[in-house]
């Protein structure tokens, strides 16, 4: 089967969340099924460095935005068994960033018209054109409508995955035609208004053939009033043609007992001292006073979506109970400087990286004890599966994939638990349910030993999801 993975960002070659973990993780794990995979990103200017292999440029060509006439340069490289083509304009994307322009409109309208034109021009057939969130939802609705009897695409069936429902491409009306050169009559007839605006990801949910989003529950939310972010609607419109998978991760990067990031490795019989060791390695990296205190760290976007209103008042309360707490991540501003000023109070007490480092998140997860995840909404959230791995227990809100992944412990089932949950979203409940975290560690030891060996035994691999995946594939082919 052939299968065109289509998104804004993919690991290794760019990334600022979890999307570019998926697209990398799935398309890896489809091609050791045996799937031809394909994996279409914008050529953003800060890639090139990253590229480690031989780098070709395959083809050059034009696309219109409505008047506009804009160069398209493709160029691919091979990583993991996977072509990676890569659509290149220094108009678009050599800004040294992937996202917050004002233009980021037309920008991904350019990269979702080149998509459809890169097909022929490298002749490849595609069974499923598989696109990720708002950026290229156009997709489906420009073939369908444009295109549908080319031969390229004439037995070709669309999935779309809904990562992020909060960003959901919104564009003025006459954008349908300035950008997409698509008539009015798409707006007027309902298929792609949203809200008295164009949204590209309602026209992509529209268009493809199946939706999926990235877990069972967060499924479940996108139907209901108050976690749909206004698309409950659309989603019912598409019932039977929506699934959640739960995501994986790529465990091959993500394993103590091999990973060459942190002090030392690690599995389930040796995690007790080999977790001190790198514990007391990552106190030390940020100058902190006692390596024995209980440590509560968090990796992530610094963004509302996270809790940060919760999280911040709970990092004050947990200093003032002996804890050291360790951040890193970047994102809203007063965010970042509400971390500095906790830092600020108790330098001796708070570690804080703004920006990314994957060597000390690697780390993090080592050497944490407790990792802090209060989500007000987590389609799947990767950053708990990842503390499981590593054996740093989460302390999450059941919201989403964090309620799918996590077990939290009540005081009575040490033999399944692998982490901590709470349900309201008040700070109230996160304090309380982080205290009753520390209470466990430092009063229930083999308790908390236990829960370590449970979380490092979840199998958080993208083996099973993947398989899914290629069923649904399959399923939507075989349909006439």
């Not at 800060?46 to 409505?66: A, P």
């Not at 022929?120 to 409508?145: A, R, T, Y």
């Not at 008295?196 to 493809?208: A, E, H, P, R």
């Amino acid at each position: 089967m052939k299968i065109a993975m289509i998104a804004s960002e993919s690991n290794p070659l760019a990334k600022t969340g979890g999307l570019a973990d998926v697209v990398y993780s799935l398309s890896k794990e489809l091609t050791i099924l045996g799937e031809e995979v394909i994996i279409i990103i914008p050529f953003y200017g800060n890639i090139k460095g990253t590229i480690k292999t031989g780098l070709d440029h395959v083809c050059r060509y034009q696309v219109h935005l409505s008047w506009r006439c804009a160069d398209v340069d493709v160029y691919r490289t091979y990583i993991d068994g996977i072509a990676y083509y890569l659509i290149s304009n220094d108009q678009y994307f050599n800004r040294g960033h992937l996202y917050g322009d004002f233009d980021d409109g037309e920008r991904f309208a350019f990269f979702t018209l080149a998509c459809k034109e890169l097909f022929s021009n490298v002749n490849f057939k595609p069974d499923i054109i598989h696109i990720h969130d708002w950026q290229p939802g156009m997709l489906p609705c420009l073939i369908k409508e444009e295109n549908p009897r080319l031969d390229i695409f004439k037995n070709t069936k669309f999935v779309l995955t809904i990562h992020n429902p909060a960003f959901q491409g919104m564009l003025p009306r006459e954008m349908l035609g300035d950008l997409y050169n698509l008539s009015d009559e798409l707006f007027s007839s309902g298929k792609v208004e949203f809200h008295n605006m164009v949204s590209t990801l309602k026209t992509g949910i529209i268009y493809s053939d199946k939706v999926t989003t990235v877990s069972p529950t967060h499924r479940q939310e996108l139907m209901s009033k108050e976690g749909s972010k206004g698309l409950d609607d659309i989603m019912w419109y598409k019932e039977h043609d929506f699934c959640g998978f739960l995501n994986g991760i790529d465990v091959g990067e993500f394993d103590p007992r091999h990973d060459e990031k942190i002090v030392q490795v690690y599995d389930g019989r040796t995690c007790v001292s080999g977790k001190a060791a790198n514990k007391k390695a990552l106190v030390e990296h940020f100058n902190l006073l006692d390596p024995t205190a209980p440590l509560f760290v968090l990796v992530s976007r610094l963004t509302w979506q996270k809790g940060l209103d919760l999280l911040i008042p709970t990092c004050y309360e947990l200093v003032n109970r002996g804890a050291n707490i360790i951040i890193l991540g970047s994102g809203e501003y007063e965010a970042e400087q509400s971390f500095e000023r906790l830092r600020g109070s108790y330098p001796h007490h708070v570690g804080i990286y703004i920006g990314y480092n994957d060597d000390l998140a690697h780390l993090i997860y080592a050497g944490g004890d407790l990792f802090m995840m209060p989500s007000l909404f987590e389609p799947c959230g990767i950053g708990q599966m990842i503390a499981q791995r590593y054996g740093t227990l989460p302390i999450v809100r059941r919201t989403g994939g964090l309620k799918d992944s996590v077990i939290g412990y009540d005081n009575n089932n040490q033999d399944i638990a692998n982490g901590f949950g709470f349900d309201d979203y008040t700070i109230e409940a996160f304090i309380n349910t982080c205290l009753y975290a520390l209470d466990v560690y430092n009063n229930k030891s083999s308790v908390f030993k236990k829960l370590i060996k449970n979380a490092m035994k979840v199998d958080n691999s993208w083996k099973k999801s993947a398989k899914l995946y290629l069923g649904l594939y399959k399923s939507v082919v075989e349909e006439k």
